[in-house]
């Protein structure tokens, strides 16, 4: 990492190294972040020997994002990475508005849990568009020293796999591609009157959302066709949530604000409804497959790591039947939409469960795992 320790820039001190790569979904979040919250950094794949000798130990796994603050703090996982600038910035991406706290948090869970199926179909079966492009990226994690062929071929094909665990099977391309090319059309007249979710100023649910947006959707190259020629406003989003400044220019004279008033656009609620087909019953069935588990697992320490997903959870969606991954993460983060929830008044509490009702979510405040899970020296473990 010669240059990287003598960095002048470096030496600031709001200055963070991100441990990640263009490619990846969860990196496409924090970088965001960063790049909106004027935060200097440096971005390098977690191969480097600084990276193995100094920072995988404290961030207790391998996987991306990760950053290195100046004075060698350590914070895995995008989520985590966001909650640490928010409590530095005084909250500065984080609504305070019942219904919008309420969206903005709801939008980063569907972002990181409920477009993995889409991300990974559009990635991985439309390899004449997309194999030189992907294998690229994925050759380029691996250390200049080793096969970076033979290496990139055997995570490749464990993505592969990954995206038929997710739901990603052939029976199910017709309604992937259906649901998607439905949801990027909402996305794109949202985008269209207004240029971030909740007004002229990107929140917590906006990053929550670029992660499958950009890394996959917005940028392999057979998505990326799809938006630009399907959803062209929903791509200059996706632009402006990679651009240092608010970039509102098609907008005129929009201040870069939340709507006031705790106000949503009739758009937000149209978008939600759609989501609602698969994220719903999906979650549903998720959090009955992770509860039979735990009722199987009565001796499970706690503080012991949650794995990716335990089981399958199976669901419809217009009359197609899918088998999805249960992922005990999608709860860590469903839970903090659920504790917002809890922590408003009475009258607040009613106006926004009628707002979800509306949408067709309402039931996500009380959909619930046996366990909760935590965050303990950098990983996400069973309380």
């Not at 071929?153 to 591609?177: D, H, P, S």
């Not at 009565?298 to 999805?324: C, H, K, Y």
Request: hydrophobic fraction near 40%; charge should be negative.
């Amino acid at each position: 990492m010669k240059g990287l320790e003598f960095s002048e820039e470096r030496k600031m001190k709001n200055f963070v190294t991100l441990y990640g790569t263009p490619l990846s979904l969860y990196t496409g979040k924090a970088r965001s972040y960063l790049i909106k919250a004027g935060i200097s950094y440096e971005e390098h794949t977690p191969t480097n020997e600084h990276y193995i000798q100094n920072v995988l130990s404290k961030a207790g796994s391998r996987t991306v994002p990760t950053i290195e603050t100046t004075d060698g703090e350590v914070i895995r996982d995008g989520t985590a990475i966001l909650d640490h600038f928010e409590n530095v910035s005084g909250a500065r991406f984080s609504p305070t508005s019942s219904k919008q706290k309420l969206l903005s948090l709801l939008f980063d869970v569907i972002g990181a849990e409920g477009l993995l199926r889409p991300a990974m179909h559009y990635r991985w079966h439309f390899p004449e568009q997309n194999a030189d492009f992907v294998r690229f990226h994925f050759e380029s994690m691996v250390p200049a020293n080793l096969d970076r062929k033979a290496m990139a071929e055997k995570t490749m094909a464990r993505m592969q796999e990954a995206c038929k665990a997710f739901g990603g099977v052939e029976e199910n391309y017709q309604l992937i591609e259906a649901l998607y090319e439905e949801l990027i059309e909402k996305l794109d007249k949202h985008f269209g009157n207004s240029p971030y979710l909740l007004g002229g100023f990107p929140c917590i649910g906006d990053f929550g959302l670029i992660a499958p947006l950009y890394a996959h959707l917005g940028r392999d190259p057979a998505p990326l066709q799809l938006m630009q020629m399907k959803a062209p406003r929903l791509f200059r989003w996706v632009e402006r949530m990679n651009r240092p400044e608010p970039d509102l220019g098609e907008f005129g004279e929009i201040e870069a604000v939340y709507l006031k008033n705790d106000e949503v656009a009739k758009s937000i609620i149209d978008l939600l409804k759609h989501l609602a087909e698969d994220f719903v019953p999906e979650t549903r069935a998720a959090a009955s497959c992770i509860n039979q588990w735990l009722n199987d697992q009565s001796d499970l320490p706690a503080s012991t790591p949650i794995q990716r997903g335990v089981g399958f959870g199976s669901f419809e969606v217009r009359g197609v039947q899918i088998n999805a991954l249960a992922q005990p993460y999608r709860f860590f983060l469903l839970k903090r939409v659920q504790d917002a929830f809890e922590a408003l008044d009475i009258d607040a509490q009613e106006e926004v469960r009628m707002m979800l009702e509306d949408c067709g979510v309402a039931e996500l405040l009380n959909i619930k795992i046996l366990r909760n899970v935590i965050r303990k020296g950098n990983l996400e473990v069973w309380e």
